[in-house]
């Protein structure tokens, strides 16, 4: 009935396969905006649907410049059943942990990324999943890294990954751990020659 419809926000809980392929199969409907909130209300007791491929597939062809932006707000142990298989998502955003395991999903499996927001993850350094999401995400132009941990070298071969077209990079200096390739003066000069710009991570306000 929406023939104007372009933009649409919706609790997961309501998303389904029959509702994907219906904006896929009217010809008015070309959405340009898909938002989806994934929001545990009851840690530990709320069970999450899978989507199938298929499904999304089938609004990309329909909708092939959709943005999907997806905001998590889980526990570690529920995020079992998203990235499984390939997810047609563009702007992912976690705003609670996340483990190394679905950040390394999210590199295999969400190759239209745009942008990733990671607002922690714990003490186990992400280099292999940062390198894997620079490699196979030719779309990521922009990162940001709160309280996780990456080595340096790490991170610059991620850098070396995505190239110039890393247009936002935001990473606070306590997520860097300098190793025996990189301290934080050398980090800032090989990061900033391979941004094509001045680049340096995020401070932490002392006041």
Not at 180 to 203: A, C
Request: hydrophobic share 40%; net charge negative.
């Amino acid at each position: 009935q929406c023939h104007g419809l372009r933009e649409l926000a919706l609790n997961y809980h309501l998303l389904s396969d029959e509702l994907l392929l219906a904006l896929s199969s009217e010809k008015h409907v070309h959405l340009e905006h898909l938002r989806i909130d994934v929001v545990s209300e009851s840690p530990g007791q709320t069970h999450f649907h899978s989507i199938k491929r298929t499904s999304w597939e089938a609004l990309v062809r329909h909708s092939p410049k959709v943005n999907i932006v997806m905001y998590f707000y889980l526990e570690a142990e529920e995020f079992e059943p998203f990235f499984c298989e390939e997810t047609p998502v563009t702007h992912l955003y976690f705003g609670r942990a996340v483990s190394k395991a679905m950040l390394g999903r999210v590199g295999l499996n969400c190759p239209r990324l745009v942008e990733l927001v990671v607002c922690a993850n714990g003490l186990q350094p992400l280099d292999e999943e940062l390198i894997r999401i620079g490699e196979r995400c030719k779309d990521l132009t922009a990162i940001g890294l709160g309280e996780c941990e990456v080595t340096c070298r790490g991170f610059v071969e991620f850098v070396k990954k995505c190239g110039k077209r890393l247009t936002q990079l935001s990473i606070m200096e306590e997520v860097l751990i300098p190793d025996n390739s990189y301290n934080m003066e050398q980090i800032h000069t090989e990061v900033s020659k391979r941004l094509g710009r001045l680049w340096f991570p995020d401070m932490m306000p002392t006041w």
